[in-house]
């Protein structure tokens, strides 16, 4: 093991990634930002500088657990003050499992703006991965807004409720095509090589694994090359059981990796295509060129783009999500019952007047001060503490109609779990304040991985659900989709000293109070480093 040192220095930069100039976050001028490559074991130590002149920082590194490090998690609210313009913060932490894992800001709506990357685990010398492949790339899906983040923090939290609405474009590793039809060339100008298809090239005959990363502020995706079919072999970090897609769904928040091997007629190009699906889409389909070498990788292919699954195949959807089980040979498997069963019900509401987004009614909201070093330093008055439900008569709640919640609150409550014990959360999805909407929502848990023990249509029913558990192979994930009027249920151990988010990982949910708090054993956590410190009651421990 060793250390990887990084220097970052985050700005605001002039970007056509869609063709549209826009302002993106850059991290040493690159938006997305540069991958981090380490082997297991290894320390990565990143310097950063946020120059972004009038705006905070903090970089959230997801699917790493931080073991021993829960103040490393990079999330302003909870485990730091964010990092003030002009300042440098340095994040340390050890990547102990190989896989595919992702960094994204977590501060305010940033990571919206451009502030994401890869990180790429490779397993210690002389270990080999269960699957074999020629070539590795890596692949960042994310969708792109020209609004700033300002405008739709401001739309988000008014009366009228002004919705951020489907993005402008859908990005394949930072590349998109906006139609520039009647934007003066120095707003749009589509002969910007900036905004050029982005290309895969690759050789007949070889086999490729596609690290594939979803970043996405809102879409859920589905990813496909023409003509080529993929095997599933990495999901979040672990291994899965093999299976053939001809289209991966990917949700905000998850990394896959897929075998693909460039079987096909070599004398053409094929197209690489995402499309939004759970929501109907108003956005044109992202592409790419899967390119045989040596043809220009810039020749277009002779067919039209696929376009993909239709966005309300909801069917198919669960299906895949159900297909992906633990390899054998490497399934860990679950405790067998849990100590405690947490539902936590979705529901979009108003409070006074604001849209916000509630589990068992209460809609989170973070405190100024950051959870870990509050709890950690025994601070009173940081957050509310009396417990938020662990159900709040779910059964009873109809999921089909239009949600009122006439009682929903706006809270800082957190979730206390018992060190060392087994955790089961149900999530269950409901019908928003659209009539006949209920929207599919990426669940994303800090500091552990979680079984996913199962995926359900409907009211979820405690005694006759919980048979259907798969617990003899089921996967583990860092990210799990709850599909529309479904429920999905998890399971983990709460063994990581620390405070941790669980939160909807579209980006504006999380905004308008999709999350719930756990804390966990914090009296074991080491010190805090002070640079930690210096935001709401935490400058007063920085002594002089
Ligand atoms: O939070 C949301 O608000 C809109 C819609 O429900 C109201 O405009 C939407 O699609 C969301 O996901």
Redesign the pocket.
């Known amino acids: 093991a060793r250390d990887r040192k990084f220097t970052w220095e985050i700005s605001y930069q002039h970007k056509s990634l869609d063709c549209y100039k826009k302002l993106a976050v850059a991290i040493n001028g690159l938006t997305p930002g540069p991958t981090i490559s380490a082997e297991q074991g290894d320390r990565i130590i990143v310097n950063v500088t946020n120059n972004l002149f009038m705006e905070n920082v903090a970089i959230h590194w997801h699917g790493i657990r931080q073991r021993g490090t829960p103040w490393s998690d990079g999330t302003d609210g909870v485990s730091q003050c964010a990092i003030m313009p002009g300042e440098t913060y340095t994040y340390e932490f050890v990547v102990d499992r190989a896989g595919t894992f992702m960094y994204h800001s977590h501060y305010g709506l940033q990571r919206e703006a451009g502030l994401y990357g890869l990180i790429t685990v490779s397993l210690p010398v002389g270990v080999s991965e269960p699957f074999s492949y020629d070539f590795d790339r890596e692949i960042i899906l994310s969708d792109w807004y020209h609004n700033t983040t300002y405008e739709t923090a401001t739309d988000l939290a008014s009366i009228p409720?002004l919705?951020v609405g489907e993005p402008q474009s859908l990005l394949i590793n930072g590349r998109g095509n906006y139609s520039c039809s009647g934007l003066a060339a120095s707003v749009c100008n589509s002969t910007n090589p900036e905004c050029l298809p982005s290309n895969l090239t690759v050789i007949s005959g070889k086999t490729y694994r596609l690290r594939i990363a979803s970043l996405t502020s809102l879409s859920a995706l589905s990813f496909q090359i023409e003509d080529h079919e993929m095997t599933v072999v990495e999901a979040d970090g672990h291994y899965v059981e093999p299976f053939v897609v001809n289209n991966l769904y990917i949700y905000s928040g998850e990394t896959y990796s897929v075998l693909v091997t460039a079987n096909q007629n070599s004398s053409r190009n094929y197209w690489t295509t995402i499309n939004v699906v759970s929501r109907q889409p108003n956005t044109p389909n992202g592409i790419a060129i899967f390119n045989y070498d040596p043809i220009d990788y810039q020749k277009l292919p002779p067919t039209n783009p696929p376009p993909g699954p239709l966005w309300n195949d909801t069917k198919s959807q669960v299906n895949q999500s159900r297909a992906i089980k633990a390899r054998q040979g490497f399934i860990v498997t679950p405790p067998k019952k849990p100590d405690r069963v947490i539902v936590l019900l979705n529901t979009?509401n108003t409070i006074d007047g604001y849209?916000r987004?509630s589990l068992n009614n209460v809609s989170h909201t973070l405190p100024s001060t950051p959870l870990l070093i509050a709890i950690k330093e025994n601070m009173t008055g940081v957050f509310d503490p009396n417990p938020p439900p662990d159900d709040n008569d779910s059964a009873n709640y109809d999921i089909y109609s239009v949600a009122n919640n006439t009682n929903s609150v706006s809270s800082s409550s957190i979730y206390r779990l018992q060190f060392n014990s087994t955790v089961d959360i149900i999530l269950q999805n409901a019908n928003?304040?659209?009539a006949n909407v209920s929207?599919s929502h990426p669940w994303h848990l800090h500091g552990h991985d979680f079984w996913v023990l199962g995926y359900g249509e409907g009211k979820f029913n405690l005694s006759r659900d919980t048979e259907t558990y798969n617990l003899a192979d089921p996967i583990m994930k860092n990210t799990v989709p709850l599909h529309p009027y479904g429920w999905t249920a998890l399971r983990f151990k709460a063994d990581n000293p620390g405070v941790w988010l669980f939160h909807c990982h579209i980006e504006?949910?999380f905004f308008?109070g999709m999350l719930v708090v756990f804390e966990s054993g914090v009296e074991q956590v080491g010190d805090i480093p002070l640079s930690n410190y210096g935001c709401g009651q935490t400058k007063s421990f920085i002594k002089p």
């Open positions: 409720f919705w979009q849209v987004w928003t304040m659209t929207e504006a949910h308008l």
